[in-house]
């Protein structure tokens, strides 16, 4: 989910992630995770409160001023958005490390076969 402030409607919030919130905490289906005092107020809730809570990363773009909000992750959740340092032979079969690139956006993707 990207957003421009970090906080956001609890009706955005289960319309844009599935979470909505109960006064047993966020809930998504049959599992419902108690939330902390000030995580939500007045009908709208404090996103890094509830990423945190949730596992969920939360990033910032500074240069555009955005926030990305990922899934829940049962634990699994990023730390940083910075890859480990990969080397890879290019097209040319030459030795191309990731983090020549570090400081810079840049989308990896991958294929495979199977």
Same mark, same amino acid.
């Given at each position: ?36 005092? $000030?995580?939500? &107020? =007045? *009908?709208?809730?404090?996103?890094? !409160?509830? %990423?945190?809570? /949730?596992?969920? @990363? ?11 909000? $990922?899934?829940? &992750? =049962? *634990?699994?959740?990023?730390?940083? !958005?910075? %890859?480990?340092? /990969?080397?890879? @032979? ?10 020549s690139l570090r400081g810079q956006k840049v ?8």
């Open positions: 989910m990207i957003l421009t402030a970090l906080d956001i409607g609890v009706d955005e919030l289960e319309r844009r992630t599935g979470w909505s919130i109960k006064p047993e905490g966020a809930c998504k289906g049959e599992v419902c995770t108690p939330l902390r005092a $000030g995580t939500v &107020s =007045g *009908g709208r809730v404090q996103v890094p !409160a509830l %990423a945190e809570q /949730l596992r969920m @990363p939360l990033l910032h773009d500074e240069t555009h001023g955005l926030w990305a909000v $990922g899934p829940e &992750s =049962g *634990g699994w959740a990023l730390t940083t !958005a910075e %890859a480990p340092d /990969l080397v890879l @032979p290019d097209r040319d079969g030459n030795p191309f490390a990731l983090s989308a990896l993707i991958a294929w495979a076969s199977w």
